[in-house]
């Protein structure tokens, strides 16, 4: 059932753009704050707005899944205003901005594209037809095939589901005795990964390095902006820890060709890309394109590093602008996403005193309050674990690294091992 924002009859404007989805405030209102500053927004999301309000000229609530409800609930936005774009960072969204898109005649990916970004098994075929270096992948629907998978492979693989991201039901396999656990851990996961995908993939595992390329993609050309250095934590579950952007990375010429082509492959013709990879010992090879601003505020550290703001180009995309990719800033930037040593129930989640309010500490967040609990992986994954984060800036990486190290040490945080029940 579509619910409507009150909005008097004869009010309407010059055009807006129209969001899908915004995410959770924490890590997406800098993108709603940066477009609202392009254009006049409205917005079709699955609950009635809270934090979005301020940025909205009008919204609807409406299951943005359900491309039915969307379209009537997008047909009534349009009844009051002229919407002249689509912009989505929501990762289940994609596939439905690109329909929306077609329907309203405004820029967007073709559905074929915004599927295949989101379905990995469709990206690893068209990238290996395409002869754009990634990990070799098989898609599996038992233990049988995932067992047969890793023999034809070799260990270590990789298991996970074919349209999550996240590292969402992400596992290495070192042992064949460690593959049922392992299927029974990404399975439970798969679900809910949408239309798009279905599956687990069993795939080559890559060591080295991982990073990503942040993209831009104007009229079917891409520019690489940006490189982000992402720091794992241990495996087996390739738990993000943090990123590193830096103003000239000259990581950034050897890897933009790589990213392009990929994109390219896949027939992405506009918007903002985060596109992952590991440097291995035979060179960069994919692991995902993420057809969006990349999460953990990756584009916020773009803008303190560099001065480019995605958010903003995302919109100017969206609304047939070319958008401003001029640097501005010569800088670095990095984010910590602060996990605890166990699961177990927060008593303690502060700074110290000493820590104080230093020029270079952007901010510090808080994600799990004293008394809640957090719930690690195999149990749980990162989104009922990460207690918070902290985001600095420096003039290089190596300042920046320094900076994450000593904001970290001056936290005081404690978790009871035993999680509360009842």
Not at 321 to 328: G, K, M, N, Q, V
Not at 349 to 372: F, S
Request: some cysteine; charged content about 20%.
């Amino acid at each position: 059932m579509t619910t409507t924002a009150a909005l008097p009859d004869d009010t309407r404007d010059d055009g807006v753009l129209l969001v899908l989805g915004t995410g959770d405030q924490t890590f997406s209102s800098y993108c709603l704050a940066a477009a609202s500053m392009r254009s006049p927004l409205v917005l079709v999301s699955d609950a009635e707005p809270t934090w979005q309000q301020p940025y909205l000229r009008d919204h609807e609530v409406a299951e943005v899944g359900d491309l039915e409800d969307l379209r009537w609930a997008v047909a009534r936005l349009a009844g009051r205003h002229e919407i002249k774009g689509v912009v989505t960072w929501d990762e289940h969204a994609l596939v439905a901005a690109s329909h929306i898109a077609t329907d309203l005649a405004v820029p967007g990916q073709s559905s074929a594209t915004a599927t295949a970004c989101r379905n990995k098994a469709a990206s690893r075929a068209v990238w290996s037809s395409e002869c754009v270096p990634s990990a070799r992948s098989i898609r599996v629907t038992s233990l049988v095939t995932a067992t047969t998978a890793a023999r034809r492979i070799g260990l270590p693989v990789v298991l996970k589901p074919a349209s999550h991201t996240g590292g969402i039901g992400v596992v290495k396999v070192d042992h064949f005795d460690e593959l049922p656990a392992a299927f029974t851990y990404a399975s439970a996961r798969a679900k809910g990964q949408g239309q798009e995908g279905s599956g687990i993939l069993v795939e080559e595992y890559l060591d080295g390095p991982e990073i990503a390329v942040e993209c831009v993609t104007s009229h079917g050309i891409t520019t690489a902006v940006a490189v982000t250095r992402t720091e794992l934590g241990a495996g087996p579950h390739f738990q993000a820890v943090g990123h590193v952007v830096t103003a000239g990375d000259p990581l950034l010429a050897e890897v933009a060709p790589i990213a392009e082509a990929a994109l390219d492959a896949l027939g992405v013709n506009c918007g903002i890309s985060h596109v992952e990879m590991r440097l291995t010992t035979t060179g960069p090879k994919l692991i995902e394109v993420n057809a969006r601003l990349g999460g953990d505020l990756v584009g916020h550290l773009v803008r303190l590093a560099t001065g480019i703001d995605l958010a903003a180009a995302a919109v100017d995309i969206a609304l047939g602008r070319e958008p401003d990719l001029t640097p501005t800033r010569a800088a670095a930037a990095g984010i910590r996403l602060l996990y605890p040593a166990t699961s177990g129930t927060v008593r303690t989640a502060q700074p110290r005193p000493e820590l104080g309010t230093p020029d270079w500490l952007e901010r510090l967040v808080w994600e799990i309050r004293p008394g809640q609990q957090t719930l690690l992986s195999p149990q749980g994954d990162p989104g009922t674990a990460r207690l918070g984060h902290l985001v600095v800036t420096g003039d290089d990486v190596a300042q920046v690294q320094e900076h994450l190290a000593h904001a970290e040490g001056l936290l005081d945080i404690a978790v009871d091992p035993q999680l509360a029940t009842g």
